[in-house]
């Protein structure tokens, strides 16, 4: 019984920490969070199949704009790397905390869509 409380004491020293660590990340963590949340509406709210954006001059030479299935996939690709680069932020949080601003602040170097 004492080894199951100190589990739980370890656990809870732990989570506090650990939410110390992350409320020093506030706003790096909260500028992902949106970008995340803008590429979510995107994949979930695409433009149809029939709409003039696929036939237009002007945006054909993106390629994410060739067709709805290639949309969706990049749209889905930049989810993926999205979520890929807060995971890599968080785990340097402690030891390599410039490296982890930077890598938060990443959407914001290539641009919303630049590789996303």
């Not at 790096?28 to 949340?37: G, K, N, P, S």
């Not at 695409?46 to 390629?63: F, T, Y």
């Amino acid at each position: 019984m004492n080894k199951i409380k100190q589990n739980i004491y370890k656990t809870s020293q732990c989570t506090k920490e650990t939410l110390k660590l992350l409320w020093q990340f506030k706003w790096y963590i909260a500028f992902d969070f949106i970008i995340f949340t803008l590429l979510l509406s995107e994949y979930f709210n695409p433009p149809a199949a029939d709409d003039m954006i696929w036939k237009s001059e002007a945006i054909n030479g993106m390629w994410n704009y060739q067709n709805q299935q290639v949309y969706m996939q990049s749209c889905k690709y930049g989810l993926i790397i999205s979520v890929l680069l807060f995971l890599i932020g968080t785990s340097n949080m402690r030891n390599h905390p410039l490296l982890a601003k930077l890598i938060f602040l990443f959407p914001l170097y290539i641009g919303w869509f630049g590789i996303l």
